[in-house]
DNA sequence: GAGTTTGAAACT
DNA sequence: CAGTTTCAAACTC
């Protein structure tokens, strides 16, 4: 009942990776060659160890195997992290430069520019939320969006679909049709105003 | 159940 | 980082 309200890209919801879905969802991984110690598991992703009712073999994702797990877990989080902060580091760039540019406008332009200014907004926050994420090692840092290429987001393959949240700025999704939001905007009829229809 | 498609995670 | 490969799930039949 909780599943279908659409949501803030931006909030921090870590609801991602339910592998415990209750007795009634079953979701358990399958894992064949990743041993259920690489992000592609999602038991191991989402920080539990396998169950009984997992298909997975060989794996290592077991209570047996603890310190392995939490040495592996360790690692691969820290890449993530060095990664991220790059990441982040280029859009804190590109956002400033965008500020500059926008700074310099005279003031019927600045006006229009105001969804340049939530972008930026947006971007910044994201960035925000994802280092604080990082350096509290507790809650799990905000996805990017996604970036489906053929599956018009309409599909479970589309994370974004998957959670039911619409598309965000942070998708680089082509053709996207996602139901829950497209990320697409366009002019009001009539009206100066940029209608944004993702999340 | 087998085979295909898909995009995140991993690798280089 | 970008291009490529690997991977397990989603999907199709
Ligand atoms: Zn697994
Ligand atoms: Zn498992
Ligand atoms: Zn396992
Ligand atoms: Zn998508
Ligand atoms: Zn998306
Ligand atoms: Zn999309």
Known sequence: SHQHE????????????????????CKHCAC???????????????????????????????????????TTRKVLLSRQKRMSLKINRRLEANAETMVVFLTQLDDDAF???????IIIISILCLCHLQEDAHNSSS????????????????????????????????CRCEDCKNPYGKNEGFMADESKRFIYTGA
């Open 139 to 170: 809650s799990t840092p905000p996805r990017r969006g996604c970036n489906c290429k053929k599956s018009s987001c309409l599909k479970k393959y589309c994370d974004c679909y998957q959670d039911g949240t619409g598309c965000s700025l942070f």
């Open 111 to 117: 006006l229009l520019s105001s969804l340049w200014l």
């Open 32 to 70: 064949k060659k990743s041993r259920c110690l690489k992000l592609y598991c999602p038991c191991f992703a989402g920080g539990g160890y396998c169950s009984e009712k997992c298909g997975c073999v060989p794996c290592f994702n077991k209570a047996d195997f603890a310190e392995t797990v939490q």
């Open 6 to 25: 659409p949501q803030l890209a931006l909030a921090t919801t870590p609801k991602r990776q339910k592998v415990e879905d209750a007795a009634d969802g």
